[in-house]
């Protein structure tokens, strides 16, 4: 009889996961370890310094001895921090020209980004699990098998999150050696929390994202008397 598939909503799904400061783990007590690895803008580099930094990121993958994996997200472009960091600069404002410049440059963003919300920028995300990588059995049949070794599922041994953090540290410095900046880290929970949301119900998460900022405020002037 056929398995009939469990549905449900995206916060459910949420929901079955534990997330932490880098890493997530699943309802299956596998930990997966994100890291930010997007250059700052591709558009800054020229064909051949693209060429070497692609070929450097391929050599420390390559040489990467855990199972890991690189995805990429088209994301909706968001200025909210920035918004936000003006927001709470203008309330501290010492005097009214500062508060009134803030809130037109503000304002000016909220435009700019309404133009661009359609936009996509893509995020660079390496994933370390805390299940081990497929080794070949041994002898000459196990190496000319590989249906044989594909999609193993062999957990390690200890801590689940702490496997994969380990892991996923010790990939990440290997990346930092490269001279990046900014350096490839570890994503936030809040930032992981929004990946998932927009990778699973891409729809609802953009339409999130288009209501989190607030309609442009007007600068009332008054003139002196």
Request: hydrophobic share 45%; proline share 8%; glycine share 6%.
């Amino acid at each position: 009889m056929a398995r009939l598939r469990q549905t449900g909503s995206v916060q459910d799904s949420l929901g079955a996961l534990t997330i932490g400061d880098g890493y997530l783990l699943r309802s299956d007590r596998v930990a997966v370890a994100l890291i930010e690895l997007t250059p700052p803008d591709l558009r800054l580099y020229d064909t051949d310094s693209l060429t070497r930094l692609l070929g450097m990121y391929s050599d420390v993958l390559r040489a990467c001895p855990d199972r890991c994996s690189l995805a990429t997200f088209a994301l909706p472009l968001t200025i909210t921090p920035l918004i936000q960091t003006l927001g709470g600069a203008q309330q501290r404002a010492p005097d009214f020209q500062s508060y009134a410049i803030l809130g037109a440059l503000t304002d000016w963003l909220t435009h700019a980004w309404a133009s661009l919300m359609h936009l996509r920028a893509v995020r660079w995300i390496v994933t370390v699990s805390s299940i081990a990588p497929e080794l070949p059995p041994s002898g000459t049949w196990g190496e000319l098998l590989p249906a044989e070794i594909v999609g193993q599922t062999t957990r390690l041994s200890g801590d689940p999150v702490e496997e994969a953090l380990s892991r996923a540290r010790r990939l990440l410095s290997q990346f930092a050696a490269l001279g990046m900046e900014p350096p490839p880290r570890l994503l936030r929970p809040d930032e992981i929390r929004a990946l998932l949301r927009v990778a699973l119900d891409p729809v609802a998460g953009e339409s999130q994202q288009q209501r989190s900022l607030a309609a442009p405020r007007l600068i009332q002037v008054v003139e002196e008397e």
